[in-house]
């Protein structure tokens, strides 16, 4: 190739060269003029908020700090409204623990914590249910329950799953408490709640055993009269029918009928309609008595320690010899046949 020619060729490359470097300068000139036209000036960055989002505890969220005083007080408002409900049901559940205590029916629950009464329980050992089985004066007979909970909200679940229907649900053993020992109970905290069922039913649940509801259709001298007499007395707060009740109860009774004898008994124990009168209501609780009657028994003889001149060794003694031979109830709770207690006279007068 000639020189002429290889100069030539040369001449265009640097050409060219010099062409595509030109159009890259101005390329990149091209990209910053347009970065820098998008990009704000000083003064606009300057106007415009800057929300900077950070988990580091020294620059907190800005509706926080507005709002701050705000929600300390609803989380204060809330704890004191829920620690005030709380509080209000405790009063209100004290309330009625003593207002049943003090005026007893047959029936009412109590829940017991067992180890203010008793020390060297299991651990699962803590509560107890007691019913009320019978109301002597001021003197009430309760039965605890056969079983134990270790929590007290396992009792209200002894309720609801029926467990109370069962006959055996609650020990034979009696204890009897004066009204005032019942309360002091209360004050030492054995005694956390007492419930009253209305109608037999408590929490939508039959709390007395099924034979409780079990009739006869044969007939008994006195049985529709004493039935009666329950009726009105149901209603007590009218004296009249509290007169009628007693009318009702003295008919039954006058007809041989224990159970009429044992509530003509309480009539005259109470001094419902009539003049409280311990000596009659002793003379109709043995009427019952020697009809083997065994709740008459057992109110007689707390009945008994009442009066000075009664001796309840003397009328067990009065109804062995009648010939009474049940099983009955020796200070309520040792059950013994009338043949075991005359051995246990016999061994006392010794």
């Not at 290889?6 to 050409?15: A, G, L, S």
């Not at 109970?185 to 005694?191: D, K, P, R, V």
């Amino acid at each position: 190739m000639s020189q002429a020619a290889i100069r030539q060729y040369n001449e265009e490359d640097e050409h060219l060269l010099n062409a595509k470097v030109d159009q890259e300068l101005e390329s990149k000139e091209g990209s910053e003029e347009a970065a820098t036209a998008n990009s704000p000036t000083a003064d606009n960055a300057q106007k415009e908020p800057y929300y900077h989002y950070t988990i580091d505890t020294k620059d907190p969220d800005p509706w926080l700090i507005i709002h701050k005083t705000k929600i300390i007080a609803l989380v204060i408002f809330a704890v004191t409204a829920v620690a005030g409900s709380l509080f209000y049901k405790d009063i209100k559940s004290n309330e009625q623990t003593n207002a049943i205590v003090a005026a007893p029916q047959l029936n009412d629950l109590y829940y017991v914590d067992f180890r203010v009464i008793k020390d060297n329980l299991r651990p699962a050992e803590k509560f107890r249910m007691a019913k009320v089985t019978d109301i002597t004066g001021d003197v009430v007979t309760i039965n605890f329950s056969s079983y134990f909970y270790l929590q007290e909200h396992e009792l209200n679940e002894a309720i609801r799953y029926a467990q109370l229907r069962y006959e055996k649900f609650f020990q034979e053993k009696r204890h009897n408490y004066k009204i005032t020992e019942l309360q002091s109970l209360i004050e030492s905290g054995a005694i956390v709640l007492a419930r009253r069922p209305v109608g037999d039913m408590l929490d939508g649940n039959v709390v007395v055993p099924d034979s409780h509801f079990e009739s006869s259709s044969v007939f008994i001298p006195g049985k529709k009269e004493n039935f009666a007499g329950l009726e009105y007395l149901k209603l007590d707060n009218n004296s009249d029918k509290a007169e009628l009740a007693l009318e009702k109860f003295e008919e039954s009774a006058d007809l041989g009928f224990a159970k009429g004898q044992v509530n003509l008994a309480q009539m005259y124990l109470n001094g419902t309609a009539v003049e409280k009168d311990l000596h009659e209501s002793l003379v109709w609780l043995k009427q019952a008595s020697l009809q083997a009657y065994e709740p008459a028994i057992l109110k007689y003889s707390i009945v008994c320690q009442q009066v000075e001149s009664c001796t309840v060794e003397d009328f067990y003694q009065e109804l062995v010899k009648a010939g009474v031979n049940i099983e009955f109830t020796k200070q309520a709770n040792v059950r013994a046949t009338t043949k075991a207690f005359e051995r246990a006279l016999e061994e006392a007068k010794k």
